[in-house]
């Protein structure tokens, strides 16, 4: 028969390894805790750089796409101030004429209407009110502007003066370029 070794625990030497293996395990497993703590701090103060430079570009780009459009917007207000609505008005101040008398005088009664508009506008509102089933004349004024009418029945009077609305709208218009609204360039 043989005997078996029989294995006894002992209370010696090997705890005290066992015991220093146990505390250079937690030395190392708390440095390592704190070296990734460490590197994750470092990646979100990375990625938080990387964000606040990136959300900076896009404000700085939105700026500058801003200032393009509103530069552009002055090119489009001076194109319709200088050549788009003042050949508007140029073009349809006697039909607007016409259009006002039909619908404010002319329907009230049978009393003669009486315009006076610049003279170079005399033909052209003649033509325009020759449809009118009312007595319309046209007379004349070189003192009004050129696309200025004063319309008048019976005592009632109506001034229609497009050059003031034009240069209304023009004043206006100007005040949306960039000269004009505060909007200053940076370099």
Known sequence: MMLAALKLESFG???????????????????GYEAAQQAA????ERLT???????????FTYSEARQDFILS??????????????HCVASGFAGQVADLIMQTFASQNNAAIRVNVHPEQVAALTAATDQISA??????????TRHMAWIGQD???IQVDMDRHLTEITDLLRNLSPQHNGTAQHG
């Open 13 to 31: 030497d090997d705890q005290l390894e066992e015991a220093a293996a146990n505390a250079e395990y937690e030395n190392g497993y708390t440095a």
């Open 41 to 44: 701090a470092q990646e979100a």
């Open 49 to 59: 750089a990387e964000l606040v430079q990136a959300l900076s570009d896009m404000s």
């Open 73 to 86: 917007l002055g090119n489009l207000v001076t194109a319709l101030t200088s050549s788009v609505l003042p």
């Open 135 to 144: 007595l319309v004349s046209v007379v004349g004024d070189p003192r009004l």
């Open 155 to 157: 005592g009632t009077e």
